[in-house]
């Protein structure tokens, strides 16, 4: 079992180029979360889906899009990235009963230029 | 706006010693989660809490919760170079299928 599993690794964008993040879970979990992560801001809900083909807006939805046409996978798009979004993205994954914990990628490292 | 909040920042302490990191939340929840972060990693899941629990166990982990004052806490026994990490609490709040996550905390134990 791979669990959560986030590509790219790491990216470099210059401003204004577009990209999309790939989540990958094989939990079979109906949930699957955004967040983003900065240096002294924890971690920060940016969308989330509670099933496939559904989708939800987070605490910082701005400047993202999302896709979940499947149920094992969720993307990020960036349709115009800007130096504000460099940050580490996370994608996680969870079961849909209550007190379930999330299940969590290592994280895309993207910085904008 | 962040609904847990970690107390200390930072903690460091030499291995054997025990650490404790406090969390502190606003709203009602369902149950309270603790996760790790190993630098240059995701988190991961230490141990969840729910709202009618006051204290579990996990190994060398103790969590408890205090609904009456919104709080929680986890303690680490015999602490290990090993569980140099950030942690993190998150909430559960009620009426909500998403968690909320604290800044964390930095634990640092030197050998």
């Known amino acids: 079992n791979a669990g959560v599993t986030q590509t790219p690794k790491f990216r470099v964008l210059k401003t204004g180029q577009s990209m999309t993040l790939l989540c990958a879970q094989d939990m079979n979990h109906e949930y699957m979360y955004w967040y983003r992560q900065d240096p002294g801001m924890g971690l920060r809900l940016i969308h989330y889906?509670?099933?496939?083909?559904?989708?939800a807006k987070g605490e910082v939805p701005d400047g993202y899009n999302v896709s979940r046409l499947k149920k094992q996978n969720f993307l990020l798009g960036l349709e115009s990235a800007a130096p504000s979004q460099t940050s580490v993205y996370f994608c996680?994954?969870?079961?849909?009963?209550?007190?379930?914990?999330?299940?969590f990628g290592d994280g895309t490292r993207l910085s904008i230029l | 706006s962040q609904q847990g909040e970690e107390d200390p920042q930072a903690l460091s302490i030499q291995e054997g010693e025990n650490a404790t990191m406090n969390c502190s939340y606003k709203t009602s929840i369902n149950n309270l989660q603790w996760y790790r972060q190993n630098s240059g990693r995701g988190l991961v899941h230490l141990i969840l809490i729910r709202s009618n629990e006051r204290e579990k166990h996990s190994g060398r982990l103790r969590v408890t919760l205090d609904t009456s004052k919104k709080s929680s806490s986890l303690l680490i026994t015999a602490s290990r170079a090993a569980d140099t990490a950030s942690y993190f609490c998150a909430t559960d709040a009620t009426g909500y299928s998403t968690l909320t996550f604290g800044k964390g905390t930095m634990l640092l134990v030197s050998p």
């Open positions: 996680a994954s969870s079961y849909r009963q209550n007190n379930q914990p999330q299940h």
């Open positions: 889906s509670v099933g496939e083909g559904t989708t």
